[in-house]
């Protein structure tokens, strides 16, 4: 019975939904259409290109306002196609003209008018039957109910029934109960067909998203390229300035000692000594620097333990919880360690917090780990800021971050990277 | 006494052989690799065992797991491991089962030969040889938690040089205080640390690692 109510409901939710989406699709569509046209129209006599970057941008709006629209009603995802503006677009009236050229050219603008004639009669359509099914039989038992009286004059049509008498009226309600379980079983489906009525005009072609994918992976590799050249750099230096200057002067010493050694063995103890000091301080230069390129424990124990060790070594006390049935490919650990280690630093550096919890754990094809503290929050992902850093970072291997940090705590720094265990 | 060595660096096997040649211990076995290893700790019955963390064949954390695995098949079985770098996980690792007799020290400590060599000792004797790199790590982090809070400067100068496995004798003699009052910030710090009375060599492992373990909290 619960099953039945539930089902009801959700139809009738498909049908309010249809309702509202007739009208946007209507209302919406028209409107945009005559103005994308007018506006085009006009380019030549100079006002479509003022207006003509206005009336497209309510359009991508519109389109994105019904991209939202599918996921959250119908679970259908229709990606965005729109090319990205270049960064350098100017301002002021050539600044009109180019984004007005820009966005002409941009094949995902002609799919949007496309898209706003096929709105305003197939998505129309769909919506309002979706929507229909389930209003329309109430006018039949309306008229069951005693309406029919007030036509007799004139036969009235419900449907294919003439009502003109009580008979006639209740077959208009059987009509009724008919189309409303009809209605049960199809508003939701036709709601759904709408939506991929949608996308199979809003959607990037299978070339757009080729292109598409190849943006981002020019990008993210620029960034990879740039990160590992600046990574070198930094060992270089740190090698050349740190453990190689200590090594020399080692040696030089024990040259010193060499030639002192049977004239003034105390100050050939002294330097001895020296020597045994820089070479541990060289040890422990390059032990760190390791640490910076691939830390020990990951490279002996994998991602969990890892972790964990890094928590161990924080001022702050931090709970580490793993899950994972196996290790993931050393590039995707070594991120994951470092993005980890990286949002645990921030944690400890500004958040002021007294507790940390770092989850980690695979699943759905994807290895998630968030990292979590108790501080104050109002952390933001921008320029210069570590988080962007490990956006950076995760971007190589497809990996996404989330952070939220409402001003006053708690923050929670969320990452997924794409992988499969071995 | 008779030592099983497992290292995979020739040099650094080599050299080790030879520092404790001259301090007349007598060398078992010179192992480089992981079942080497595990045969000599079966075979051989040695009185203590110098292990490298990392070993071939898998050149992850092999030697380690030899080490604890001989020592689960011969409880208290003494064991001085040796690593480039020490973590915290390892050496809770190491100390997990209570038993003394257990040594976890940078490579670098080689370097003062004397010390080295009173490290093996001590391990071969059932006591404890703790990095001073691990104590510290352990103590900064204490120092901001309440359990510990209940030691004083003084009682918690006593713990890390306990930590690292020193005898009242050598701790001492570094802090410059007679050892009756070392015995009596010792017996201070296990009552503080809610230890009952037992054999001693043993209470202070129990000391490192309730140290350990309050890390977690």
């Known amino acids: ?422 | 006494m008779r030592v099983v060595l497992a290292e995979d660096l020739f040099l650094l096997r080599d050299g080790l052989v030879r520092m404790l040649e001259a301090y007349d211990f007598e060398i078992a076995a010179a192992v480089e690799t992981g079942p080497e290893l595990t045969r000599a700790f079966a075979e051989l019955e040695p009185d203590v065992a110098v292990v490298d963390v990392r070993l071939p064949p898998s050149h992850t954390d092999e030697g380690l797991q030899c080490a604890l695995a001989a020592r689960r098949a011969r409880p208290g079985l003494p064991v001085l491991v040796l690593s480039q770098h020490v973590e915290q996980l390892y050496a809770r690792e190491l100390l997990a089962d209570g038993n003394g007799g257990i040594g976890y020290l940078l490579k670098d400590r080689v370097f003062d030969a004397d010390q080295f060599i009173d490290a093996v000792r001590r391990v071969a004797a059932g006591g404890t040889a703790m990095d001073p790199q691990v104590i510290s790590q352990l103590l900064t982090r204490r120092s901001q938690d309440k359990p510990m809070g209940g030691l004083t400067p003084r009682e918690r100068e006593v713990m890390e040089l306990m930590a690292q496995g020193r005898s009242n004798a050598a701790i001492a003699s570094q802090m410059v205080i007679t050892e009756r009052a070392v015995a009596k910030h010792t017996s201070n710090i296990f009552g503080k640390l809610g230890l009952p009375p037992s054999d001693d060599d043993n209470r202070r492992v129990l000391a490192v690692l309730a140290y350990l373990d309050r890390g977690q909290g």
């Open chain 1, 1 to 422: 019975m619960d099953a039945k109510m539930g089902r009801v409901r959700s139809a009738l939710l498909a049908a309010g939904r249809g309702l509202v989406l007739s009208v946007v699709a209507l209302a919406g569509s028209i409107t945009l259409f005559v103005l994308t046209v007018l506006s085009i129209a006009f380019i030549p006599l100079g006002i479509g290109l003022v207006t003509t970057p206005q009336v497209l941008e309510a359009v991508r709006k519109h389109a994105n306002q019904r991209r939202l629209m599918a996921i959250t009603w119908s679970n259908v995802r229709i990606p965005v196609p729109y090319r990205p503006f270049p960064k350098d677009v100017r301002s002021g009236f050539t600044g009109q003209v180019e984004r007005t050229t820009l966005m002409l050219k941009d094949p995902a603008t002609w799919r949007d008018i496309q898209w706003l004639l096929v709105d305003m009669t197939a998505g129309y359509a769909v919506a309002v039957l979706a929507s229909a099914l389930m209003l329309y039989p109430v006018e039949g038992i309306v008229l069951a109910a005693g309406l029919w009286r007030v036509y007799t004059d004139d036969r009235y049509w419900y449907a294919f029934v003439p009502v003109d008498s009580q008979g006639t009226a209740l077959l208009a309600a059987a009509l009724g109960v008919v189309l409303f379980t009809a209605g049960v079983f199809l508003s939701n489906p036709l709601l759904r067909a709408h939506f991929m009525i949608a996308r199979s005009v809003l959607a990037p072609t299978h070339e757009r998203e080729l292109a598409q994918r190849i943006e981002r992976l020019t990008e993210t590799r620029h960034e990879a390229v740039d990160t590992a050249a600046s990574e070198l750099r930094r060992i270089e230096r740190d090698l050349h300035d740190g453990a190689q200057a200590r090594l020399v002067a080692m040696g030089m010493n024990l040259g010193t000692v060499e030639a002192l050694i049977e004239k003034d063995p105390e100050q050939a103890k002294k330097l001895l000594a020296m020597a045994r000091e820089s070479s541990a301080e060289a040890l422990t230069e390059l032990r760190d620097l390791v640490r910076g390129i691939h830390p020990p424990v990951l490279a002996e124990r994998g991602l969990g333990d890892a972790v964990k060790a890094l928590a161990l070594r924080l001022p702050i006390p931090c709970e580490v919880d793993v899950e994972l049935t196996g290790r993931a490919g050393a590039p995707v650990e070594s991120a994951a360690y470092f993005a980890v280690s990286e949002a645990l630093t921030n944690a400890v550096k500004h958040a002021g917090a007294e507790r940390i919890w770092v989850d980690l754990h695979h699943g759905e094809g994807a290895l998630r780990f968030s990292v979590t503290d108790n501080g104050k929050g109002g952390a933001t992902v921008g320029a210069g800021s570590g988080l962007s850093g490990i956006e950076r970072r995760l971007g190589t291997f497809d990996g996404i971050m989330a952070v939220s940090s409402p001003a006053g705590g708690p923050t929670m720094v969320t990452m997924e990277i794409p992988c499969e265990l071995s």
